[in-house]
């Protein structure tokens, strides 16, 4: 089983800056996507970014697009999620969550490993 450890969350300004982190480890060989969800109070949880490990390629939200940014450390074997200009819609709890499948990343719905999520506030 794979653990992801989310960390990175926090108050920032409208406008302002947050990166978040995922470290993840375990039987991370059985694992080939990794993604960013968010939920806010009353709303479902959405997709916001992912990682495929096998083609490098990545996905993001359009209400995240040229705003938030994912990467990998493989090193590290940490994931990565950039959040510039954020917005009043942004605060939410951020999950990294991973995927055994091979469907495309954005295949929001095939993710069934998940991390204990950070929160995220936007506020002036």
């Known amino acids: 089983q794979v653990q992801l450890v989310e960390s990175g969350g926090g108050l920032v300004q409208p406008g302002g800056s947050l990166s978040l982190s995922c470290a993840v480890s375990g039987f991370t060989e059985d694992y080939h996507v990794i993604g960013w969800f968010r939920q806010a109070p009353g709303k479902e949880r959405e997709g916001v970014s992912c990682?495929?490990?096998?083609?490098?390629?990545?996905s993001y939200a359009d209400s995240v697009k040229g705003r938030f940014t994912i990467s990998r450390d493989k090193a590290l074997n940490t994931v990565y999620l950039e959040m510039n200009g954020l917005e009043p819609d942004d605060p939410a709890v951020y999950y990294c969550?991973?995927?055994?499948?091979?469907?495309?990343?954005?295949?929001?719905?095939?993710?069934?490993?998940w991390g204990q999520g950070t929160q995220v506030t936007v506020s002036s």
């Open positions: 990682f495929s490990l096998a083609d490098l390629s990545t």
């Open positions: 969550a991973a995927a055994g499948n091979t469907l495309p990343c954005n295949y929001w719905s095939g993710y069934d490993a």
